[in-house]
């Protein structure tokens, strides 16, 4: 069993940047992949980001490569998503989650999710 917790979301201008952390519990989680998702209102849950169990491997959205980078400190327990060049349109819900599938871009093959993180973007 995983719990997770997400911190550091909030307001921001466009432009801005935010890091948002996942807290995990258990003495497993370097076992785990884990993922960023985000949801907006309205919309599906969308793939963000992910790493592998490592760290050597990480995967990303179109719409964020160049723009978020995800880590982890298996040491911490903590994985975080570091987001610059803020838009409009990431404002969303942001959830991580952890995975004994590999850095997958499919939700399906998450076990483990965090209760989410609003991240608002303003113009």
């Known amino acids: 069993q995983v719990q997770l917790v997400e911190s550091g979301g909030g307001l921001v201008q466009a432009g801005g940047s935010l890091r948002l952390s996942c807290a995990a519990s258990g003495r497993t989680f370097s076992s785990y992949a884990m993922g960023w998702f985000r949801q907006a209102p309205g919309k599906e849950r969308e793939f963000v980001a992910a790493?592998?169990?490592?760290?050597?491997?990480?995967n990303y959205a179109d719409s964020v490569k160049g723009r978020f980078t995800i880590s982890r400190d298996n040491a911490k327990n903590t994985v975080y998503l570091q987001m610059n060049s803020l838009k409009p349109e990431d404002t969303a819900v942001y959830y991580c989650?952890?995975?004994?599938?590999?850095?997958?871009?499919?939700?399906?093959?998450?076990?483990?999710w965090g209760q989410g993180t609003q991240v608002t973007v303003s113009s």
């Open positions: 790493i592998s169990w490592s760290g050597g491997s990480t």
């Open positions: 989650a952890a995975s004994k599938h590999g850095s997958s871009r499919y939700r399906l093959e998450y076990d483990y």
